[in-house]
């Protein structure tokens, strides 16, 4: 199985960096998400990390050690808008090779001005 | 546009009823899809993993004979939630790869499903 590990909250200030981490144990580990999702609405894409490393996209940059089993998403120039719930999940292959993305607790993000 | 499409985005039905939500594929033939249910506040649960070509498979603790779920097509999931009961009610929502699997943002998410068992 699966275990991912997330903050349920965090809060910051409007304008400021925020960087929210993930852990996880897997096997058949292929690949790790961030989604971002609002209250009753479908998650939203954000990024992708397969190998080591940085992945910059605009205000949004995730990082990945398989390593070690950890991944951050770091926010910049925070907007009230991105008060938001942040969901890291992680793709593995199953013995039988099949596929499944399962979800981590989620970090519940509040911006303030 | 949504590529992934989920009908209905809300239903309400009565205790012991059943209630079909389906998952469809757009503009792409999904050879993965996958169920959640969000209960609030809390983050996606996965329910099941649909494979186009063999049967869905569950996650422990998930009831099978209470949760079906066909994968009737390669565009087309449904979940059926039988015997519904009130401890039911939740957000559903599917999501739907199209099989590449190296790929980061191949796997796409309808719009969920509002449940409600009254």
């Known amino acids: 199985g699966q275990n991912i590990d997330q903050p349920t909250e965090m809060t910051a200030t409007e304008g400021a960096i925020v960087q929210i981490n993930c852990t996880y144990q897997?096997?058949?580990?292929?690949?790790l998400f961030w989604y971002q999702q609002h209250a009753g609405e479908a998650p939203t894409f954000l990024s992708y990390?397969?190998?080591?490393g940085l992945e910059e996209k605009g205000r949004f940059s995730s990082f990945l050690s398989r390593s070690k089993g950890y991944s951050y998403l770091l926010l910049k120039e925070l907007q009230m808008k991105d008060s938001a719930s942040y969901l890291c999940?992680?793709?593995?292959?199953?013995?039988?090779?099949?596929?499944?993305?399962?979800f981590g607790t989620g970090t519940r993000l509040l911006v303030s001005p | 546009g949504a590529v992934v499409s989920q009908h209905p985005s809300r239903v309400i039905c009565k205790s012991g009823t059943s209630v079909k939500i389906e998952c469809r594929s757009l503009?792409?033939?999904?050879?993965?899809m996958f169920w959640y249910r969000q209960f609030p506040k809390q983050s996606l649960m996965l329910m099941a993993t649909?494979?186009?070509?063999?049967?869905?498979?569950?996650e422990q603790g998930v009831e099978k004979d209470k949760f079906l779920i066909n994968h009737a097509s390669l565009t087309l999931s449904t979940l059926t939630v039988t015997s519904a009961h009130p401890e039911d009610s939740s957000f559903y929502i599917c999501?739907?790869?199209?099989?590449?699997?190296?790929?980061?943002?191949?796997?796409?998410f309808g719009e969920g499903s509002w449940l409600t068992v009254v």
């Open positions: 999501s739907a790869s199209s099989g590449t699997p190296n790929s980061g943002n191949t796997i796409y």
């Open positions: 897997t096997s058949g580990f292929n690949g």
């Open positions: 990390n397969v190998l080591d």
């Open positions: 999940a992680v793709r593995a292959r199953s013995n039988t090779g099949f596929q499944k993305l399962v």
């Open positions: 503009d792409f033939q999904a050879t993965t």
């Open positions: 649909s494979n186009e070509g063999s049967k869905a498979t569950y």
